[in-house]
T-cell receptor, first 116, second 115 residues
Framework: GAVVSQHPSWVICKSGTSVKIECRSL??????MFWYRQFPKQSLMLMAT?????????EQGVEKDKFLINHASLTLSTLTVTSAHPEDSSFYIC????????????FGPGTRLTVL | AQSVTQLGSHVSVSEGALVLLRCNYS??????LFWYVQYPNQGLQLLLK??????LVKGINGFEAEFKKSETSFHLTKPSAHMSDAAEYFC?????????????FGQGTELSVKP
């Protein structure tokens, strides 16, 4: 399987600031990455699909201007939460899609965002 | 379209007892099915997956699941629970044949293991 890292693992910021979260595929080139958010005691909600070299595809109800995704290389995708507010506080998880064609995803360890 | 229903948001078993976590799916195309485990404040780890080969799938840590098309089920079992199995478990479905690549997750089942 793939090894996926996220940075930072946790971040606390003031309301109105922007926060960037990095997702790296450490041992293989990932053409497709996914971003999820997870509220406490809830399931993962897919936010967007990130494809290298093209615009991300956002799920219905996710504000693309608020959650900026950049997949500039085959090993790095970033999620920027712009003008963060307390309701954006959540656990953000990225994943990379397996190249085996079976749709398995390899997940990063997650980033805990707290907006004060 | 695909969907997943996990029956029971919380399951509690005694150490050494059988673990059974239920998952039913809906899919308009042949599905790929996955079970993932999540420990607190961590990402997800794959336990096992079904991708149209053998219907009985064996995974890590002694877990297995059986794909039953007639029942649209993919229940997760383990013969003997261990304290370290306490975690959140997610069933997920994807369109088979490599289409799309999205995973649709169930709501999760929290497994508690009593000594």
């Amino acid at each position: 399987g793939a090894v996926v890292s996220q940075h930072p693992s946790w971040v606390i910021c003031k309301s109105g600031t922007s926060v960037k979260i990095e997702c790296r595929s450490l041992d293989f080139q990932a053409t497709t990455m996914f971003w999820y958010r997870q509220f406490p005691k809830q399931s993962l909600m897919l936010m967007a699909t990130s494809n290298e070299g093209s615009k991300a595809t956002y799920e219905q109800g996710v504000e693309k201007d608020k959650f900026l995704i950049n997949h500039a290389s085959l090993t790095l995708s970033t999620l920027t939460v712009t003008s963060a507010h307390p309701e954006d506080s959540s656990f953000y998880i990225c994943s990379v899609r397996s190249r085996a064609g079976d749709n398995e995803q390899f997940f990063g360890p997650g980033t805990r965002l707290t907006v004060l | 379209a695909q969907s997943v229903t996990q029956l029971g948001s919380h399951v509690s078993v005694s150490e050494g007892a059988l673990v059974l976590l239920r998952c039913n799916y809906s899919s308009s195309v042949p599905p790929y099915l996955f079970w993932y485990v999540q420990y607190p404040n961590q990402g997800l780890q794959l336990l096992l997956k079904y991708t149209s080969a053998a219907t009985l799938v064996k995974g890590i840590n002694g877990f297995e699941a059986e794909f039953k098309k007639s029942e649209t089920s993919f229940h997760l079992t383990k013969p003997s629970a261990h304290m370290s199995d306490a975690a959140e478990y997610f069933c997920a479905v994807s369109a088979g044949g490599g289409q799309g690549g999205k995973l649709i997750f169930g709501q999760g089942t929290e497994l508690s293991v009593k000594p």
